[in-house]
């Protein structure tokens, strides 16, 4: 069972357009609107270097396939109920290294239909949230670059199980979908347990405990397996991340700077009477007088005389 999702997570959701954010029961009642998601540009989130998923859409966006999440939804259900009437046919379908190299090309594809949990009850929560996710990317995304993000996370799966011999199953793959619906819209809220509403970022933030895990705990394999099926989501977040970052640094350093110089010993103005400065006094207003020096509105020659 994914640990993000259902074994702890008893969301109630249904596909939704960006632009609206909402919360719900499968039955639809207490379904309210919420805030409008932000779109990613206004989280500032850019997934990736817009120039190369440009070019290469206009050269294979023909060939992307719309609704794919929902083929793969479609695809899982059919193999709960084949595995539920004869489970040894997992066996076959399995991202097995041995059975791939020895010519079982077909494993490379059919591992993602293997649904994360055999509970009928559980296994309809599944469906519908992963079929929401898949909505929720491809509105906010584009057909082809939902494939992009999917298709890279399946080939980063299948070297990982290739080069050292563990792939996760669709946890990972999943979760990396998950991610990148909590990346794009972190303040969307789902409801645990039906009940209690929470934003996803935290959720994201939860469901990342088991692969910290293997990274601190696990052996190479697995600190290697998690860094590999992860991967696309890597690619399309952390070069924005690592940019906004940086971005945030320099303009702490300016304001500290402009701070620092605000409240410095170096003035600008300053009374040749009282002495007075724009610093130790914020409200005196300066004027230079005809002789060439500079006081505040209180000592200006023309007023003095006249005392």
């Known amino acids: 069972m994914l640990g993000w999702d259902f074994g702890m997570v008893r969301s109630r959701i249904i596909p939704i357009r960006l632009g609206e954010e909402k919360a719900f029961s499968p039955t639809g009642e207490g379904q309210k609107t919420l805030r409008t998601l932000q779109a990613p540009s206004e989280a500032g989130i850019l997934a990736v270097h817009m120039t190369i998923l440009d070019r290469l859409e206009k050269t294979l966006g023909r060939f992307a396939i719309p609704g794919l999440i929902r083929y793969v939804v479609a695809?899982?259900?059919?193999?709960f109920i084949l595995l539920t009437l004869q489970p040894d046919y997992i066996q076959?379908?399995?991202l097995d290294p041995g059975a791939f190299r020895n010519g079982e090309i077909w494993r490379a594809v059919t591992w993602i239909f293997i649904p994360?949990?055999?509970?009928?009850?559980?296994?309809?929560?599944?469906?519908?949230?992963?079929?929401?996710?898949?909505?929720m990317l491809e509105e906010s995304w584009g057909a082809f670059r939902l494939n992009a993000y999917y298709f890279l996370g399946m080939a980063f799966c299948i070297v990982s199980a290739l080069l050292f011999g563990a792939a996760g199953g669709n946890f990972f793959l999943n979760l990396s979908l998950f991610l990148a619906a909590a990346t794009l819209a972190p303040n969307f809220e789902i409801l645990l347990f039906m009940i209690i509403p929470v934003k996803m970022k935290w959720v994201a933030l939860f469901?990342?405990?088991v692969p910290a895990g293997y990274l601190l705990f696990g052996p190479l394999d697995m600190k290697m397996m998690v860094v590999m099926?992860?991967?696309?989501?890597?690619?399309?977040?952390?070069?924005?991340?690592?940019?906004n970052r940086a971005e945030s640094v320099r303009n702490g350093e300016r304001r500290k700077r402009f701070e620092k110089?605000?409240?410095?010993?170096?003035?600008?103005h300053c009374c040749e009477v009282c002495k007075i400065?724009?610093?130790s006094n914020p409200d005196a207003e300066f004027r230079v007088s005809a002789?060439?020096?500079?006081?505040?509105?209180?000592?200006?020659?023309?007023?003095t005389n006249q005392a």
Request: glycine share 4%.
């Open 229 to 243: 099926c992860l991967g696309n989501y890597l690619l399309f977040f952390a070069p924005a991340f690592l940019k």
């Open 277 to 279: 400065t724009e610093v």
């Open 291 to 303: 002789d060439g020096k500079e006081y505040c509105t209180e000592h200006l020659p023309s007023r």
């Open 207 to 209: 469901s990342l405990i």
């Open 261 to 268: 110089a605000l409240h410095s010993e170096q003035t600008i």
């Open 92 to 94: 076959a379908l399995q």
């Open 116 to 135: 994360e949990t055999m509970s009928f009850f559980w296994i309809l929560f599944y469906l519908i949230f992963t079929w929401w996710l898949g909505d």
């Open 75 to 79: 695809l899982n259900a059919l193999v």
